[in-house]
């Protein structure tokens, strides 16, 4: 009779705990990590027609519907038509996702690269990251991302490694920038955006895995491996990515 009222308070504490709206990620029990919720659509490119637009600073939330179902999708600030039809592949679950813009909770909502008029996608970025940088809602503050860094003793470019990838492929490389986009233990690592200032274009960043601890907006250095066309699953490929990476003075 006791073990029935502690489980039956402890499960009332766990609900009166799990009250709020937060984001929760599909769990492997096995090791206690936050992964990506598994999705059999993951990989799959959808074809689906937008029926509702919501803007915010940094995002804008698509509400589609794909035969027949509806489904909400977050993708980086874009123009997009009501009415039009788009095509996009993957999206990384979240359910509980909180607009801070709109004080709103969306009960279930994928995160997803881009979209594209075109049934090839052939004008969406490469190697764009799913996640991005939401990590939780909309309410981080903006970070300045166009001063220029100097690299590192040793270390090069962004710039120079993306021009000269095959030539860093599978070798270790020192890389310093500022975290402009960050989300925490996926797939048992930290996934980070740099930016030098060294790009012409400002939107393109590398993205790093590591298991360091890296606040968004700091700058930092780093020192890992280079990857070609990594493909994670669920969404995650890179046509560039550093991995492995480590902190160094």
Known sequence: MKTLIFACTFITLLAACNSNPKVIEAVDTTTGVEQPAADPAASQIHKVVV???LHTSKYTYLNVSEDGTMT???IPKKEVKKGGTYYYRGGLK???FKSV???RVFETLYLVSDVSEDPSMSGMAAGGSPHGNMSGNDGDAPIEQNTKIEPVTGGITIAELLENRKKYEGKTV????????LNNMIMSRNWIHLQDGSLKDKSIDLTITTTENIALGSIVAVEGIISLNKDFGAGYKYDIIMEEAK???
């Open 247 to 249: 902190l160094i003075p």
């Open 174 to 181: 020192r890389i310093k920038g500022r975290c402009v986009k």
């Open 51 to 53: 029926e509702e637009v």
């Open 101 to 103: 813009e709109y004080d």
């Open 94 to 96: 979240k359910t509980n």
């Open 72 to 74: 909400w999708i977050a």
